[in-house]
């Protein structure tokens, strides 16, 4: 029998992935599809039920998305948030108008029956709002379940037909109990489905998937340590074997130790192809002088750019470029679809450039970063790699404030790796989101014996954060910054004075520059 589908109908919302990912952690299988998806394109997968995402549009615009209506007439459960919920009360004949209050931020909902989306759940929850349009007038056959202090719609559900339509986003942590409304909504109470999807099954796809794309022909890979590059490196390796070669660009602005990290893992543990490139020097020479550090951004991207394709050019026949690109990556750097909300910030440190138009494969660019980390641990990943800390793609060069050369990198490098160090011994490593040292520009004042000397300033850098997005300053223990403070002056010469950063993000960044 084939696997039990969920499909979510994407009409836009920048939380569609959430959407899947509850879904998958709910051990459901679930495939986010285009909005217009036809009934006979979603016949294809033994489908249980259809959820219609939300969507920046409004419905009555002209233009606006609309999906195909014969979804209403397959018989499956349907659950619209949102847009998709606007969308299917304006389809079936209801109305649906400008809100004059738009609403942003929690709402106590009051729910109305418990028998099916909500079972389980008692009296009140609290949901996340987001909608500048409401339901004036329902369509024949709905009734309300749920209502807060501005929507009389906030839940409503036409039992006969097994619509469900929420006003609220479900698939948010905004939304405590969201899951619950979920999985009510994948189980016995409506779709029928067994939790019986896992991770291995979605590893064994892709190798298929990759297997069958790539065939005979070669793929590369472009290699930064990262555990999403390298994940899809060895997730290829196990597709496609010896049609693999993976290229790892020293720029010379990576962290002590990292280079030997990378070639003794893959290619002395898991012999994997991979061609090691010295490009130090070039990274160096196109820095020199410069300090503004969006200058210095577009020349490491150019740098990795010439370098990536000079030698993806020495590679015989390829055909395919696999990248380890990750749901939030795309999120942040480009729309999702036609519809969604732009959200920019730049590509994350595991872009590689695909400027000579390679084949991409991208088989995590549906997941979080989480969901990557254990399909490495499933695949067996070294352990450095499963947990390695996020690390841009401009490296050490945005953690100097002020030039790049050889001797602050190296100053740099050894604050850094004493700072990891402690990090590490003290078993704090994986409490962490990012740790790390910052060269600061400028000199202070420093007494070393009888002697006033001018030595540079290091920043240390931890913070703590579940997605990047939010941080919060680590709470390192006194003793432990103490520690770092006095090994990074007297065990790295010139520099004399330690600093902690404690900005929280927002305002502050996770990296100085
Ligand atoms: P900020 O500093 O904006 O960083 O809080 C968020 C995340 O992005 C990483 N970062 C970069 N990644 N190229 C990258 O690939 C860059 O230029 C860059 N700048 C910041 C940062 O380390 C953090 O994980």
Redesign the pocket.
Known sequence: MERETIAVLDFGSQYTQLIARKIRELKVFSIILPYNTTVSELKRYNLKGIILSGGPASVYIQGAPSGDVRIFDLDIPILGICYGTQWIIHILNGKVKRAQKQEYGSAELIIMDFLNLFWGITGTMEVWMSYGDIIEELPEGFEIIGITANSPYAAIRNPERQIYCLQFHPEVTRTPLGKEIIANFLFDRICGCSPNWLIESFIDEKIEEIRSKVGTSRAICGLSGSVDSSTAAVLAHYAIGKNLTCIFIDNGLLRKREKEMIIRAFKDSLKIELVYVDAKDEFLKVLSGITDPKEK?KRIEHKLIEVFEREARKVDGVEFLIQGTLYPDIIENERVSRYSAKIK?????D?FPNTMNFKPIEPFKELFNDEVREIALQLGLPDEIVYRQ?????GLA?RIIGEVNEKNLSILKEADSIIQDEIEKNGLYRDIW?SFAVMLPGKSVGVTGDERIYGNVIAIRAVVSTD?MT?EWAELPYEILGKMATRIVNEVPSINRVVYDITP?PPG???WE
């Not at 910030?345 to 440190?349: K, L, M, R």
């Open positions: 951004r910030v730049y590509h994350n440190g872009w996020s690390f841009p793609s401009s945005i990012q990047g941080t993000k960044t996770i990296e």
